[in-house]
């Protein structure tokens, strides 16, 4: 069992953007890295150096011919117009950019080896992973490879049967609803806002019997998360005793994120990080969304923190603060005139609210589907 929470991360991340205008122009791990160190928190004992996944490995989601296309599309820094339609590359959304292979394959490359790391037990974080819309044989909402399903696949590979997957990412998993349809043996718990992009992941779809979808409106607050929390998350989770607990965390749910819509601050995400850890021998936890460098790198920072037990400071120390400092936000008005509390500390401040009933009704809703399923979500 490992004896410490272990941090997946690379260099390959400081600098890679997909195009100055994409919203994945932003530094979001190498962010985590640094300010990690910065306060302390990663020492080189706790750091493991992410290793790319060769093809044979992907190919255990992805298609041969995709993965093919994607080396493809790196070494010649184009793609066909059929190469295009059929997988997905080089869109608006998916662009061909220098490490378009590379990349995705060492973020893979570390929810794989996660799963080998975790195989006797521990707590391991790759914030890299997270990338849940991937599919089979295409790219698909930024994500040219699924590294959460290959993570899955890697900790059943190495003895975890039984896995609770929760995403809370203000989109919805759809690349992970596709590859673990209707398995009795996965509980999947998405919280992701209602009407936006990919559009899926409605309250009545359960992925054929293997999934509680809370589709929530605009302006999710901490409050209404507390609850989804206490009445869904936890239980459900804790009912289903899983082998291993995935938790794809990912940082566009809070207020500053601009393509979502929701009103969280990062103390949400940590209070379900920390809630959410002793309830399997295995935990893992991913990144994901987030397109603001200084929301993404003080909540993804958080969540490290987190998971080792570590004190959110009122203020970041000297050595933070200038990375803070130094990040840019081009070309959105939010990096205009950033507030001074995204330079000098972590923690949000609290971002309260009333309990909306269509939430409080939602969440009832899969209460009792849950309940309801008894034996098959639940381990007596």
């Not at 979001?28 to 302390?40: C, E, F, H, Q, Y």
């Not at 990338?131 to 900790?155: E, I, K, Q, W």
Request: with cysteine.
């Amino acid at each position: 069992m490992l004896t410490r929470p272990l941090f997946i991360g690379h260099e390959i991340y400081r600098g890679s953007s997909y195009g100055r205008w994409h919203p994945l122009r932003v530094p979001r791990v190498s962010t985590t890295m640094d300010l990690s160190r910065a306060l302390g928190w990663l020492p080189p004992a706790a750091f493991v150096t992410s290793p790319r996944a060769k093809p044979a490995a992907l190919h255990a989601w992805h298609t041969s011919a995709y993965v093919a296309a994607l080396q493809a599309a790196e070494d010649a820094q184009a793609v066909s117009a059929e190469i295009r339609a059929r997988h997905h590359i080089g869109t608006v959304s998916n662009p061909v950019y220098p490490e378009i292979f590379r990349r995705p394959a060492t973020a893979a490359g570390g929810s794989i080896l996660a799963g080998e790391l975790l195989a006797r037990g521990g707590v391991v974080y790759n914030p890299a992973g997270g990338t849940h819309h991937g599919m089979p044989d295409r790219a698909n909402g930024f994500c040219y490879l699924n590294d959460p399903v290959l993570a899955m696949l890697s900790l059943r590979h190495h003895g975890a049967r039984r896995i609770a997957y929760v995403d809370i990412d203000a989109h919805h998993c759809d690349g992970v609803a596709a590859a673990f349809h209707g398995d009795e043996d996965v509980l999947m718990i998405s919280v992701h806002e209602e009407n936006l992009w990919p559009r899926t992941g409605l309250l009545q779809d359960d992925a054929g019997g293997s999934a509680l979808n809370l589709p929530v409106p605009r302006g999710l607050n901490d409050s209404e998360m507390a609850h989804i929390r206490e009445a869904l998350l936890l239980p459900a989770v804790a009912g289903f005793a899983p082998d291993a607990v995935v938790l794809q965390c990912g940082a566009d749910a809070v207020t500053e994120d601009p393509l979502a819509h929701l009103d969280l601050s990062n103390s949400a995400h940590w209070a379900i990080v920390a809630a959410l850890k002793p309830l399997a021998p295995r935990y893992l936890v991913l990144g994901g969304g987030g397109y603001n460098p200084w929301s993404v790198g003080r909540l993804w920072t958080g969540v490290w923190g987190t998971l080792n037990g570590q004190d959110i400071p009122d203020r970041v120390p000297a050595e933070a603060e200038e990375l803070l400092r130094r990040l840019e936000f081009k070309g959105h008005r939010l990096g205009r005139n950033p507030p001074e509390h995204w330079f000098t500390t972590l923690r949000d401040a609290p971002r309260d609210g009333p309990l909306r009933p269509s939430i409080v009704d939602r969440v009832a809703v899969l209460r009792d589907r849950w309940q309801q399923a008894g034996e098959r979500w639940q381990r007596t």
